[in-house]
């Protein structure tokens, strides 16, 4: 921790400058804590995604506890976490064909394993004539991008990878990212155990080809959250579960003492005698996520500020409408009141912010530095 930093700004939450990002950092602890447990409970290594914190802080906390390598987004967070001395690192997002001569010489310092799902990026990569990590992404029914679990093509894409001099098979890795929009506890858990199958049955249909099949890894918060079992898979990959955020308390992956990050926000504006006020949590701080909410919202409010997570109240009052800066609050609130708002979706509120401010209670221990570079 850079104690250091914690002196050039305020020791009380209530002296920041707003709006801010706090990172409760007894609430990070027991999260990084709880889920290490869960994964070697269930015989799997844990790969984190740090794309949902992007600060490299947190991911040595993670790796200090036992997480095996990291997944990251984008080629940018995998050259950041490599200068910050992290050399195990998957880029879990199919190839941009415009970055493989950068994903290239960042492969010659560390194991970066690059993701393919078509034999197009497949040939990109043979013909850059370096030698390259390649996992291949298999759709265990979410349908975004992957290659379906059950078709011959898994094999082809795989053969073609084996075949290819400079290139090996890393793994196949899959997300299951419509636990997202599962209706209760039950149907994430049947959800979990499918993409647990899609990766055992990939898995099989290699090795009935003779293909060794590499690293089977899969994740999401809410899968791992309710996963009765993972016989059969090396690893998993989630990464909202540092943090938390409001969606995660609906799903019943957390309580909302376990969310460990909240904005902070001052009151700007407020009509009298009327309700709904103006705070600066606009788009650019809570981002524009609705939630799972009907009628929807950008977050909700803790009845305390200063309290927040972990056992904090949540309020009725939500932000109800957001512009670039501008955040509307319902209920009343008096000029200059602090609000602390639980976001929706912690990964994009993240990305808003230069850093966290670190607290335990009110008091401010750090600051933490955000990596959100594209470059």
């Not at 899968?223 to 998993?236: K, N, P, Q, W």
């Amino acid at each position: 921790m850079n104690a250091g930093n914690a002196a050039t700004h305020a020791p009380d939450l209530f002296g920041l400058a707003t709006p801010a990002l706090i990172l409760d950092l007894d609430v990070l602890e027991n999260n990084l804590r709880a889920m290490q447990k869960r994964t070697d409970a269930l015989g799997v290594r844990l790969r984190p995604h740090v794309k949902t914190h992007k600060c490299v802080e947190i991911a040595e906390l993670q790796r200090s506890r036992g997480a095996t390598g990291i997944a990251v987004s984008t080629l940018a967070e995998a050259r950041v976490f490599a200068e910050a001395g992290f050399d195990d690192i998957l880029w879990a997002f199919p190839l941009n064909l415009s970055r493989i001569d950068e994903a290239a010489a960042l492969s010659r310092r560390i194991e970066l394993g690059v993701t393919v799902d078509s034999l197009t990026a497949v040939e990109a990569l043979e013909a850059a004539g370096t030698p390259f990590s390649v996992w291949l992404e298999i759709d265990c029914g979410y349908g975004r991008s992957g290659v379906p679990h059950d078709g011959g093509r898994v094999v082809e894409i795989a053969r073609r990878i084996s075949r290819a001099g400079r290139l090996a098979l890393g793994g196949c890795l899959t997300h299951a990212g419509h636990t997202y929009g599962a209706d209760s506890s039950s149907a994430i858990a049947a959800l979990a155990e499918e993409e647990r199958r899609a990766m055992v049955e990939t898995g099989r249909a290699l090795r009935a080809a003779r293909l060794e099949p590499g690293v089977l890894s899969l994740g999401s918060t809410p899968g791992m959250s309710r996963v009765a079992t993972l016989e059969g898979i090396d690893e998993a990959r989630p990464g909202n579960y540092a943090l938390y955020d409001y969606t995660q308390t609906r799903l019943g992956s957390c309580a909302v003492g376990d969310c460990a990050v909240t904005v902070l926000a001052t009151v700007v504006s407020a009509r009298d005698g009327s309700d709904g006020a103006i705070a600066d949590c606009g788009a650019l701080a809570l981002s524009k996520d609705v939630g799972p909410d009907d009628p929807p919202h950008y977050g909700r409010l803790f009845r305390d500020a200063s309290g927040g997570a972990p056992g904090g109240a949540l309020s009725d009052h939500r932000v109800t409408s957001v512009s670039q800066e501008h955040g509307r609050l319902s209920g009343r609130f008096a000029v200059g009141e602090k609000v602390r708002v639980l976001p929706n979706h912690a990964c994009l509120t993240v990305a808003h912010f230069d850093h966290f401010e670190v607290v335990r209670g009110r008091r401010v221990v750090d600051r933490w530095k955000i990596r959100r570079t594209r470059d």
